[in-house]
C-alpha cells in the first residue's frame, strides 16, 4: 500500500509540478554557473548506496558529489539557493527518486556514509525501511543549518547531539510506521513549510 501510496502521488506530483521544476531549473541555470541538480551518494534500505537528488542550491565544489558534508557551513549557498531551502523547493526533485523506489515520501532521512559509521546498531534497525522526503525528525530540526552555523564545532553537536536524537526519532517511525502516520507526518510539513 505504501509503494502504490508512492508511486500514486510521485507521478502526481511530478506532472502537476511540472510548471515550478521548469521555472526553478531556469533560475538555476540563470543565476548559478553549474549543473541545475546537485546528486550525492545517501546510504538507503539494507544500506545500499543511492543517488539523491536536489535542486542546487550551492556554490559548485569539488568533492560533494562523493559524500562530503560540511556541518554549518552556509558560505557556499547562494541567494536563491536560501530561498529555495526556506521553502523546501530544493527537495522537489526527490520526487525521481520516489518513483525510482530509492525512497517514500516518508522516512529517516538518508544519510551520507560518514554518518552512519556512527551507532551502526541504531542505523541497522533504521535501514530496514525506505528512506523519505520528510520525517517528525526533519520536521524538529527543520532549522538545523542555523543552529550547526552557531556552533564552535558544528560536527562534534551534529554527531553528539542531533544525530542521536534523529536515529531515536526514526527509530520511533519503523517501529510505529502506518499510512495514516505518513498522511499525518505529510500535512505537518505542508503546514510548516506552508506557515513558516
Not at 107 to 113: A, F
Request: aromatic letters at 10%; one cysteine or more.
Amino acid at each position: 500500500m505504501k509503494r502504490c501510496f508512492d508511486l500514486l502521488f510521485s507521478t502526481s506530483g511530478l506532472f502537476l509540478l511540472s510548471p515550478i521544476f521548469l521555472i526553478i531549473a531556469s533560475v538555476i541555470k540563470l543565476l548559478m554557473p553549474g549543473p541545475v541538480i546537485f546528486t550525492q551518494k545517501r546510504i538507503g534500505k539494507n544500506s545500499k548506496e543511492f543517488m539523491l537528488f536536489k535542486f542546487r542550491t550551492m556554490v559548485v565544489k569539488s568533492g560533494t558529489q562523493r559524500g562530503s558534508f560540511d556541518a554549518g557551513d552556509a558560505s557556499r549557498i547562494t541567494p536563491i539557493g536560501r530561498l529555495l531551502r526556506k521553502t523546501k523547493l530544493d527537495e522537489l526533485p526527490q520526487l525521481f527518486n520516489v518513483l525510482k523506489g530509492d525512497m517514500s515520501f516518508v522516512g529517516p532521512r538518508p544519510e551520507i556514509e560518514k554518518w552512519t559509521k556512527y551507532y551502526p546498531e541504531k542505523w541497522q534497525l533504521v535501514h530496514t525501511v525506505k528512506p523519505g522526503i520528510t520525517d517528525n525528525a526533519s520536521l524538529l530540526f527543520r532549522n538545523e543549518e542555523i543552529i550547526l552555523a552557531q556552533s564552535e564545532n558544528p560536527e562534534k553537536i551534529y554527531r553528539d547531539e542531533i544525530l542521536p536524537q534523529k536515529l531515536d526519532l526514526y527509530i520511533s517511525y519503523v517501529n510505529e510506521q502506518s499510512l495514516l502516520i505518513d498522511i499525518k507526518i505529510i500535512l505537518k510539513t505542508l503546514y510548516e513549510v506552508i506557515t513558516k
